[in-house]
């Protein structure tokens, strides 16, 4: 199985929306404290756009949106960005996704000049915190002082 990996297009919000709120429920990140509960959710698109050193992009299978992830400047900082919302499908997992869209979001963090890349996540997101670790990123003993997903329980950092 072939899949396409695109930066997100307004047409691509609701379906978003809708996996980011699915998979997040699926983990338990319910409610404030955690990514799904962000407003960008419900308008990714407009969010996260190269003019504000932000890309969020999905994996597309069989014209199907499957999944998608995000890099952004972490609170307006030029030295540091952050991985944001990588939610895949369940049907979807397995097939490299993830890790296609987190390359996608380095690579754009270093064209972008990033010197290093944060990110929060749950412990019992077991499989993403292992690709996580393969691509680089390693464990904190605390959150960065300015995180905002205090629902989160492991956090992650990556030199770029």
């Known amino acids: 199985m072939e899949y396409i990996i695109r930066a997100i297009t307004a047409e691509d919000d609701l379906t978003v929306k809708s996996i980011i709120h699915a998979v997040g429920a699926e983990f338990g990140a319910i ?3 955690f990514g799904p509960s962000d407003d960008e959710v419900y308008a990714m698109s407009s969010h996260y756009k190269t003019e504000y050193q932000s890309q ?7 014209g199907k949106v ?21 939610f895949i499908l369940p049907d979807a997992r397995g097939l490299g996704v993830g890790k296609g869209l987190t390359k996608a979001c380095l690579n754009f963090a270093k064209e972008q000049g990033f010197r290093e890349c944060y990110l929060d996540t749950l412990s019992n997101m077991e499989s993403a915190i292992a690709l996580y670790k393969k691509m680089g990123f390693v464990q904190l003993e605390q959150p960065h002082i300015d995180s905002t997903h205090n629902g989160c329980d492991i956090w992650m950092l990556k030199q770029l």
Do not use: D, P, R
């Not at 969020?56 to 069989?62: I, K, Q």
């Not at 499957?66 to 990588?86: M, Q, R, W």
């Open 31 to 33: 409610g404030e404290g």
């Open 66 to 86: 499957i999944g998608g992830s995000g890099i952004a400047s972490f609170h307006h900082s030029n030295e540091t960005c952050e991985l944001k919302k990588l």
């Open 56 to 62: 969020y992009f999905v994996a597309e299978l069989n």
